[in-house]
């Protein structure tokens, strides 16, 4: 054969089997799937990116509330400061436990026996809004880490199907009439891991992130309970002396 025949011939295939080539020839059920999962994976990278920037938003505001809480600064006048604006993580548990602690001395009625319980009830619904808030669209990384690869097989399998029935129609076997329908069909595979890898890899990741904002505002939440319930007691014996 002449090489420039050759060179001719392969041309067809080179443009077949290219990125756009492939999605463009693949079949339309494998096109939607394809672009389903590309939009997945684009959302999956947007939840990613404000995760990471309000998990380091929230490391920052406790390590700046805690400095200043445990620098000896009054607590009426660090509560002054806070309520005044909103407030996150370890701050907003302060307020609410602050925000009881005030109404109960408000209410001449109100029981210093029941008024630990009450606290430390504030201080659990509080730490529970915080870790839903930072929880928020986390499933949705689980989601498509699980379901991606099953969607992008489905779409592969498609395309197989697709390709044998237009291989027993052209009755022709030969590598260069197989190879681009089979390349179209895996296209579809990896476009689906493409979109579970990073969303699994970051779900892992963040959801290590909200075990350990957690643990740390349970334990912030324990110790201003503790500091606390020292002051319920003073003013116990207070008003019996």
């Not at 025949?5 to 494998?30: K, Q, R, Y």
């Not at 407030?87 to 008024?115: C, D, H, N, P, Q």
């Amino acid at each position: 054969m002449n090489p420039v025949d050759v060179v001719t011939s392969a041309a067809p295939i080179a443009t077949e089997v290219s990125l756009f080539g492939m999605f463009w020839s693949a079949h339309l059920v494998v096109k939607i799937v394809m672009l389903g999962l590309l939009a997945a994976s684009v959302w999956c990278w947007a939840i990613i990116v404000n995760k990471s920037i309000l998990f380091a938003q929230t490391r920052k505001s406790m390590e700046r509330f805690e400095e200043i809480f445990w620098s000896g600064q009054s607590l009426e006048e660090l509560y002054r400061a806070l309520s005044s604006r909103p407030t996150t993580a370890s701050a907003s548990l302060f307020v609410a436990a602050m925000r009881e602690w005030k109404r109960s001395f408000e209410t001449a009625s109100s029981s210093f026996m029941g008024l630990q319980a009450r606290i430390e009830k504030v201080l659990d619904v509080s730490i529970q809004r915080e870790i839903e808030r930072l929880e928020s669209n986390l499933l949705v990384l689980a989601t498509v880490a699980s379901t991606a690869p099953f969607i992008g097989l489905f779409g592969t399998v498609w395309g197989i199907m697709t390709a044998f029935r237009s291989i027993a129609a052209s009755k022709n076997t030969s590598l260069a009439v197989v190879a681009p329908g089979i390349a179209e069909a895996l296209f579809a595979t990896a476009i689906g891991l493409f979109a579970a890898i990073p969303a699994l890899i970051a779900y892992n990741k963040l959801s290590g992130n909200v075990a350990k904002t957690q643990a740390r505002l349970e334990v912030f939440a324990d110790e201003f309970s503790s500091i606390l319930s020292r002051q319920i007691d003073q003013h116990s014996a207070d008003r019996k002396a």
